[in-house]
């Protein structure tokens, strides 16, 4: 069995790597518009980085703050599923669980499902969670600090980066046959969109679009599906 001290050993590891990538999220922020008190409420309050850099790419296209709320809470929908796995091996109850939800997002969830108890679970849970957590808005700050230090990001091109930034932290989360199929599905759809509707619309339909073929896939049986 494994060691409780392998679990934190293992979870600051993750903690450590996916925390420090703040500091891209904070410098884009500012990118997009945002200022830096702005942008560390965002990471503060949302936590949840595909939901973040999805907002902030929805304003530096010239989307309304609304589109960019919607487009970031249809991404962040996902992690109301892994709720849904990780109630019954934390076994939380009342205020605690409540507390906990805001610490529910990929990494955290990975490194407690495959605990083989409910005590190392929770080590897994809370010590990723809390790693990234004040390491994510650590470096936040940080790089919504240097965003602002060096003026006008357009005129480095660094405005191009936001999309590019969000790209990257989708990709290695196309790992199977059926997730890369969706989001091929979910950007045609907003590319078809784009000469026919405002700026953040087809972001938001496409995502609308991923979320719905996603539901649908855990809803049917797995011998209807292609």
Do not use: K
């Not at 979910?186 to 590319?191: C, G, I, Q």
């Amino acid at each position: 069995m494994t060691s409780d001290r392998s679990v934190i050993t293992d979870s600051l590891g993750v903690g450590l790597a996916t925390g420090a990538y703040g500091v891209s999220f904070g410098a884009l922020g500012v990118t997009a518009g945002l200022d830096v008190w702005q942008t560390c409420v965002l990471s503060l309050a949302v936590f949840t980085g595909a939901s973040q850099f999805a907002f902030i790419g929805v304003l530096a296209s010239g989307g309304t703050s609304l589109a960019a709320t919607v487009t970031g809470i249809l991404l962040g929908s996902r992690n109301m599923f892994y709720g849904v796995a990780l109630a019954p091996l934390l076994q939380l109850r009342g205020s605690a669980r409540l507390a906990s939800a805001h610490l529910v997002i990929d990494e955290s969830t990975a490194m407690a499902v495959t605990r083989e108890s409910t005590r190392q679970a929770r080590l897994g849970f809370y010590w990723t969670g809390v790693c990234i957590f004040v390491l994510w808005n650590l470096s936040t700050f940080l790089g919504a600090l240097g965003g602002t230090a060096i003026g006008d990001p357009r005129a480095f091109g660094l405005d191009a980066a936001v999309g590019a930034a969000f790209l990257g932290l989708l990709w290695p989360r196309l790992s199977s046959r059926g997730a890369r199929a969706i989001a091929a599905l979910a950007a045609a759809v907003a590319l078809a969109l784009v000469p026919f509707t405002a700026a953040g619309v087809p972001i938001i339909v496409g995502g609308a679009v991923a979320v719905l073929v996603g539901l649908l896939r855990h809803i049917r049986p797995p011998e209807d599906l292609p």
